[in-house]
């Protein structure tokens, strides 16, 4: 995933999930062999929210992400989000974003990765609510 915006005021364009992040879930396939057979979707929202988030995170009561989601068709027909990366801009002119992939746990319940997904809800229901029904 490359982001269209201006890397001279939001950093590195090129999403930071790799393969490596991404393959350890893909029951035994390769992420070419997923992507052939159509099994893997990508939810990016990365570009719709960087620009506002400086605005957003000003407020003391208010902390929001750009998020970009990998997800995977499981063989029962269950989409499983198996990577997240979250994203903030630079913090100065010509900084890099901060930018954390976030994977699901191997077992048990991983609260980081619960909160991350939160992330990605909110920016679907906000894009949903702000984008789609203007």
Do not use: C
Not at 103 to 115: D, F, M
């Amino acid at each position: 995933m490359i982001s269209q915006l201006d890397p001279a005021v939001y950093g590195n364009p090129v999403s930071t999930i790799t393969v490596d992040h991404i393959e350890p879930f893909l029951d035994g396939l390769t992420v070419e062999k997923a992507i052939a057979e159509k099994k893997l979707f990508f939810v990016d929202y990365h570009d719709g929210f960087l620009p506002y988030l400086n605005k957003i995170n000003s407020s003391p009561t208010s902390h929001a992400y750009a998020s970009r989601t990998v997800l995977f068709l499981t063989s029962d027909g269950t989409l499983r989000p198996v990577a997240i990366e979250l994203t903030l801009p630079p913090p100065y002119p010509g900084d890099e974003n901060i930018a954390r992939v976030f994977t699901p746990p191997s077992q048990g319940k991983n609260w980081v990765w619960e909160i991350a997904k939160a992330h990605v809800l909110a920016n679907d229901t906000g894009y949903h609510q702000l984008v789609s029904h203007w």
